[in-house]
């Protein structure tokens, strides 16, 4: 059984393009097992997500404020293991994140 890491943390998302999670694959010997993004901004802020390439504002997953999204393995979808990226229509905008990663 793989050992499994947790990365919980919220991130200030600006209007422009930005990196929120690197890839985890190759030398890494990391896999992503889940992902949670979850829109905490207060003030109407959207936030685009991107997975390996950049984020541009209303493109990809779009997340209107308390919009999440979730992928996981144990529910029979694996996550991208590409890096995850984020744009937001607001500089201010805040993005509440959960990452389980095996260690492979």
């Not at 990391?30 to 905490?40: D, E, G, K, P």
């Not at 984020?55 to 991208?80: E, T």
Request: aromatic share 4%; proline share 3%.
């Amino acid at each position: 059984m793989a050992q499994r890491l947790l990365n919980d943390t919220t991130k200030t998302i600006s209007a422009t393009s930005m990196t929120i999670s690197p890839a985890m694959y190759g030398s890494s010997g990391t896999q992503r097992a889940v992902l949670i993004l979850r829109n905490t901004s207060l003030a109407g802020e959207i936030i685009s997500i991107a997975f390996g390439q950049a984020a541009k504002a209303g493109a990809g997953i779009v997340l209107n404020p308390n919009d999440q999204m979730i992928f996981s393995k144990d529910s029979g979808y694996v996550p991208s293991n590409e890096f995850v990226s984020a744009i937001a229509s607001v500089a201010t905008a805040t993005l509440s994140i959960h990452e389980e990663i095996d260690l492979i």
